[in-house]
């Protein structure tokens, strides 16, 4: 007997670890508790805010969690029109589904303070409050994915066509966003590869869109003509240093452009084979369907609430991989 409530306790706090770390916690047990939550015959409604729902990254996530709704049958999603980071679109959206009673809010909080007594609001009237990409406190579930994770997968591609380049004293443009720390992994893993594999770190500047990732390059490929590297914080960032590259016509051979993100612009670089060669991917297709089965399971309690969804890297070393990422794209 004491040996069953050993293994009965063991259990329970591995359960509790895989709660608090999102990273233990797998696609299947996420779908099952989805599926779970509609076995009862029970009707849902949830909503997405994305904070720039005009990207086209941002379009396909919604696709695909229109898709999973679909698929279940028994939710529905709704949309809101937040653009460009309009924070007042955003809590008129907010608003209006509190006001409807809908089960779940899935949000990318552009800004916590301002959304915190929303999120109150909703949860006095038994309204579960998700978060995408950033984490609120007191929050029922999250929809993310492991910066670290990509900020490594990246950051290891970069130091192994370093190596197999026998580059002599390496020199890497990094791309940060310091104005959100809770993605900083994105570039502090980057730092901790490059500092162990002798890669010097010229330049570390903001930059997360394509027009400022091109006049950062000119700028630091004017100081440093040998530039070998350059991470971007997401793809954006770094087709804008990709356009930088081209125009300034240093060979491919000669750099590594990489990015973060697997977004349709960066994925089709990385498939021309030239100077951008990888980006850390998410996996857009589980991500949308996550965005549905996350809020099920948090309104029903039929499964984890919290979870990343996976990242994976993105080249032409894996063409059949890389096919099926730009194919998100397409259906």
């Not at 994915?145 to 990094?174: N, R, T, Y």
């Not at 027009?211 to 490929?221: C, N, Q």
């Not at 991500?287 to 399971?297: E, I």
């Not at 993105?314 to 059949?320: C, G, N, P, R």
């Amino acid at each position: 007997m004491a040996a069953l409530v050993y293994v009965a306790a063991l259990w329970l706090n591995q359960a509790a670890a895989a709660e608090n770390d999102p990273s233990k916690v797998t696609i299947e047990e996420v779908r099952a508790g989805g599926k779970k939550a509609c076995e009862g015959g029970k009707k849902f409604k949830i909503a997405f805010s994305h904070s720039v729902s005009e990207a086209a990254i941002v379009k396909q996530v919604r696709h695909f969690a229109d898709k999973r709704a679909a698929e279940l049958g028994c939710v529905t999603v709704l949309h809101d029109n937040t653009q460009a980071n309009n924070l007042e679109q955003q809590i008129n959206a907010v608003q209006g589904w509190i006001t409807l009673g809908i089960d779940a809010i899935v949000v990318t909080p552009i800004d916590e303070s301002a959304l915190k007594p929303f999120q109150k609001q909703a949860q006095a009237q038994h309204i579960k409050w998700l978060t995408y990409l950033g984490k609120m406190g007191g929050s029922d579930g999250f929809v993310g994915f492991d910066h670290a994770q990509a900020g490594q997968l990246i950051g290891k591609a970069a130091v192994d066509w370093v190596k197999s380049k026998k580059i002599e004293h390496p020199k890497a443009l990094v791309t940060t966003l310091t104005g959100l720390p809770s993605i900083a992994p994105r570039w502090t893993e980057v730092e901790k590869l490059f500092a162990q594999a002798g890669i010097e770190i010229v330049a570390k500047q903001d930059s997360a869109d394509q027009a400022s990732g091109l006049t950062i390059t000119e700028t630091v490929l004017k100081q440093h003509p040998d530039l070998s590297v350059v991470i971007g914080l997401n793809d954006d960032a770094a087709v804008g240093a990709n356009r930088a590259v081209t125009v300034a016509g240093i060979s491919p051979d000669q750099i590594f452009i990489g990015g973060q993100d697997g977004s349709f612009e960066g994925l089709t670089a990385v498939n021309q084979g030239k100077a951008y060669k990888a980006s850390a991917a998410i996996l857009i297709n589980e991500l949308g369907a996550n965005v549905v089965d996350l809020a099920l399971n948090a309104v029903a309690g039929s499964g984890p609430s919290f979870a990343y969804t996976p990242t994976v890297l993105a080249s032409k070393a894996d063409q059949a991989l890389l096919d099926k990422l730009i194919a998100n794209y397409k259906n």
